[in-house]
């Protein structure tokens, strides 16, 4: 059982109960059913499509984020460092439903909170109903703006634009599960320029190819 001292600094790491009262936050502690989570390496934590019930808060370690394309043909694998909260968007609206496969990446902890602790918090705290609020159209706000980004004209940055346009963060690890053709075809070029391009990036030491494996170490070293 984590006690109240840890607890009370955990909370206050994570974006919902920021800007809360030592007194708010006591008084969530004592009255609400959090749930309490460890997983080691590589065991999964939510799995894609699974009902989105409850926020995930990811306190201490590692997660990797997967997601594949609608039609399975490729997937973005990407890692993510505590603190953070996964998919906090899909708690309402449309489709309240994982897009993502969390799996622990090295141990890692969690803190689970259900709907209808957080639609009372909600109502009881009104800087937790607004960091939600905040949080959830922040995400909205930095998708939309990427519909209108000027369109990149040269094939690298019409490479990296890709890469940067499937990832929740434009920062960190990225591993691309693709072939080769099917990149070709969502950036309408040919095989051969894009394996050229790819391969000036990895002699770059900007990325890392093995066969239908792209791997980025840094993400925002592409993008700078």
Known sequence: MVNEPDMYTRLLKQPLFQGMSKTDIDSIIAHTK???HKYMDGETIVKEGSVCNRLIFLTNGKVKAKRFSDDHGYAFSEEITAPDILQPE????????YTYTFTSSGACNLITLDKDEIL???DEFMIFRLNLLNIITTQTQKIT???????????RRRIIRFFESHCRKPAGTKTIYIKMERLAEELNDNRLNISRELNKMQAEGLLQLRRTI???????????
């Open 214 to 224: 792209i791997h980025i170490p840094s993400l925002e070293r592409l993008i700078m």
């Open 90 to 97: 899909h708690i309402f609206g449309l489709n309240q439903r």
């Open 34 to 36: 959090f749930g309490f």
């Open 145 to 155: 703006h990427k519909w209108w980004l000027a369109k990149p004209t040269d094939l």
């Open 120 to 122: 009372r918090l909600s």
